[in-house]
């Protein structure tokens, strides 16, 4: 295996037996050798020389994740992983094009090389390039012991893969039969010429309890490869906060920095407000706001901001069930700032569709951008060698419009856009086999009408977008989901915007008011899009257009 111009080979593995190692070394030289854990993964890492030709020898070791890193221009170039043959086999640079190419992956949402990803975290724009840095398990595609994986962009399109940069503590690592946590998730607040990174570490016992420890950390970085040691920033949670006390996201407010995180507050899902003028000391002031409806757990990752004239929070309903069986659903909040409290006015779902979670936003040149975590909460995931679990919505423009969050794919999305499928008026579509299954649909109805959208068929698996009496909803059939109502809030349907990738639609209902995310494991890489309406001479426009991979 050659390695170019990087300078780091890092593996993560885990000894099968006590004295398990990684070897590696340089053709004719002298190799280097690191022992594993045998109870957990260790993230090692070996000095390579560049233009070199290594061999690794991993045969006593299991090893989820390997890659080159390390040279100049990391932003640029990003990771080169390394596969192996078969485990223990051989190690050679992996062949990008064929290991996405799934009908399990999306081919133009983010996803992370293999394995678990959830949240975003620490978005951020930064001296030119986007920064995404997310809620990472390398080892498989469940979740577990959280690291933070990190990617950058210049267009919020196309991504390259940095190392990982953050890992669980060790003494998890020594005992991860009775410890679990890492690094949960935070946010990153973008400066000049430094960013500064807030982010959670939890440990305790595998079911959470009040030996649950949540602590807030503080870490640096100026050029976003190289970080500063991680500093505790808070130890202790308030007195009437639960033992959820997390995912920290800091925002500036008339000249004020204020922190919010996850908890709850005599058994009601809470948004912490902590204030400070350092950006290093904090100190507590009171909930945000408090959600009254019942069974949530906590409000996992969030956000606080000023949008339009307006402020508005947004957070994840832990545990909690609403009335349509939707598991976990997001909630956002539109209101005034008053006595450091959001006095809400209106409030609504951030995503009707059941599969987006922990979405997290930030600011960069007068847009308020947001990115959510296509999350997968009733058991339809699909586990393929190589997969993913996990992908990134994409990147939405967030507004406030008539007491609603309104949230549109940032513009950027439209250089993905290709060859044009159908374009017509007043018909009924019906484009049975479209190869790749990657494709965005537009759609303006002159006036409301009942329709139905095939947008996914897999034997007797079914996912339609739905309008009808009942009103819009995505539907599925024959899965998990079946008989769960994803019903979007809006009167009349004018508009819609439907981005179809393989295993994740997307759905945007008129011109941002409401968006939907279901995620439907096809097994082919064909799709299809077959348009219903009961009145077809109110279809004004249709268009139907191929996307590109990224
Ligand atoms: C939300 C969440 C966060 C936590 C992280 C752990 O999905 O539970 O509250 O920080 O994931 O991975």
Redesign the pocket.
Request: proline share 0%; with cysteine.
């Given at each position: 295996m050659y390695t170019g111009q990087y300078t780091c080979i890092e593996i993560f593995a885990k000894a099968k037996e006590d004295g398990g190692k990684v070897r590696v070394a340089c053709a004719g030289k002298a190799g280097m050798e690191k022992e594993a854990k045998t109870t957990y993964y260790t993230w090692l890492k070996f000095p390579v020389e560049m233009d070199a030709e290594y061999e690794i020898d991993s045969k006593t070791c299991d090893v989820t994740l390997c890659y080159l890193s390390g040279n100049e221009r990391m932003l640029e170039t990003g990771v080169k992983y390394l596969e192996q043959e078969k485990p223990g086999g051989t190690y050679f640079v992996a062949d990008e094009e064929k290991h996405y190419d799934s009908p399990f992956r999306e081919t133009y949402h983010f996803t992370p090389w293999k394995n678990w990803m959830?949240?975003p975290n620490g978005l951020c724009w930064f001296q030119g390039h986007y920064h995404m840095f997310y809620?990472f398990n390398p080892h498989g595609q469940k979740?577990s012991n959280?690291y933070w994986g990190h990617a950058a962009s210049k267009d919020l399109i196309h991504w390259v893969h940095l190392p990982v940069v953050l890992a669980p503590q060790e003494e998890i690592l020594d005992k991860p039969d009775e410890l679990v946590g890492?690094a949960?998730?935070?946010c990153a607040v973008a400066g000049e010429d430094e960013v500064v990174f807030y982010f959670?570490r939890?440990i305790g016992p595998h079911k959470d309890c009040e030996e649950t420890q949540q602590q807030q950390w503080m870490m640096k970085s100026k050029d976003l490869i190289h970080f500063t040691e991680e500093e505790c920033i808070l130890k202790e949670r308030p007195k009437e906060a639960s033992f959820?006390f997390?995912?920290p996201k800091v925002v500036e407010i008339d000249g004020n920095w204020y922190m919010v995180l996850?908890s709850a507050v005599k058994g009601k899902g809470a948004i912490l407000l902590y204030g400070s003028k350092d950006m290093e000391h904090w100190s507590y002031i009171h909930p945000l706001l408090t959600e009254g409806s019942e069974g949530i757990r906590?409000f996992?990752?969030p956000d606080f901001m000023e949008l339009d004239g307006k402020y508005l929070a947004m957070g994840?309903w832990?545990d909690h069930h609403d009335e349509h069986g939707r598991f976990q659903m997001s909630r956002y909040y539109i209101g005034a700032w008053k006595e450091r409290k959001l006095e809400v006015e209106s409030s609504g779902w951030f995503d009707f569709g059941g599969n987006c979670?922990?979405m997290q936003s930030f600011e960069q040149g007068g847009r308020r951008i947001s990115i959510g975590?296509i999350?997968d909460f009733y058991g339809e995931h699909v586990e393929r060698e190589n997969g993913a679990y996990g992908s990134m919505t994409l990147p939405r423009q967030l507004h406030i419009k008539n007491r609603k969050l309104y949230m549109k794919p940032v513009e950027e999305v439209a250089l993905l856009k290709g060859r044009t499928l159908y374009q017509g008026a007043k018909e009924n579509v019906s484009l049975e086999r479209i190869k790749g299954n990657a494709y965005q649909a537009k759609i303006h109805f002159l006036e409301d009408t009942r329709f139905s959208i095939l947008l996914g068929k897999d034997g007797e698996k079914e996912i339609s977008l739905v309008n009808d009496e009942n009103g819009l909803r995505i539907a599925t059939k024959g899965v998990k989901s079946q008989g769960i109502r994803f019903a979007a809030d809006v009167d009349a349907v004018a508009d819609l915007e439907i981005y179809m990738d393989r295993r994740a639609v997307e759905v945007y209902v008129n011109d941002g008011e409401a968006a939907g995310t279901k995620l439907f494991y096809n097994s082919s890489k064909e799709g299809c899009f077959l348009l219903n309406a009961e009145k077809p001479e109110n279809i004004g426009e249709a268009e139907v257009s191929l996307m590109k991979k990224i």
């Open positions: 959830n949240d809620q979740w959280m890492g949960y998730s935070g959670t939890h959820d997390r995912d996850a906590c996992e990752c994840a832990m979670y922990a975590w999350s």
